[in-house]
């Protein structure tokens, strides 16, 4: 029923910014809880940040506070992740994925996301 598609990734030196975009598809996406994943060779898919449906909440995991900013544009169905000072720590294939708002965002539990895009990769160089 959602169709999420990222881009935006590609290789950038350390110290350098990114921004990633999710477009969803349908009229629907004002009522989705948002967030960013992402896996790293030889690691788990972990949790990167979150935006709940109306924008007035987000969630980041500690590594990226303050250097990475999460917003959305529901007029364009879009949600954003914009990356700053980026490490190469950060090298991973990046995910995008929808929860349905029926209930408060559990923003880190990837289990009730609901929709999933293919994946954008982000390689950070030293």
């Known amino acids: 029923q959602v169709q999420l598609v990222e881009s935006g990734g590609g290789l950038v030196q350390a110290g350098g910014s990114l921004r990633l975009s999710c477009a969803a598809s349908?009229?629907?996406?004002?009522?989705?809880?948002m967030g960013w994943f992402r896996q790293a060779p030889g690691k788990e898919r972990e949790f990167v940040a979150a935006i709940n449906w109306s924008g007035m909440n987000t969630y980041y995991v500690d590594s990226v506070k303050g250097r990475f900013t999460i917003s959305r544009d529901n007029a364009k169905n879009t949600v954003y992740l914009q990356m700053n000072s980026l490490k190469p720590e950060d090298t991973a294939v990046y995910y995008c994925a929808a929860q349905k708002g029926f209930r408060t965002i559990s923003p880190r539990t990837q289990s009730v996301y609901d929709y999933w895009g293919q994946g954008t990769q982000v390689t950070i160089s030293s």
């Open positions: 349908g009229r629907t996406f004002s009522t989705y809880h």
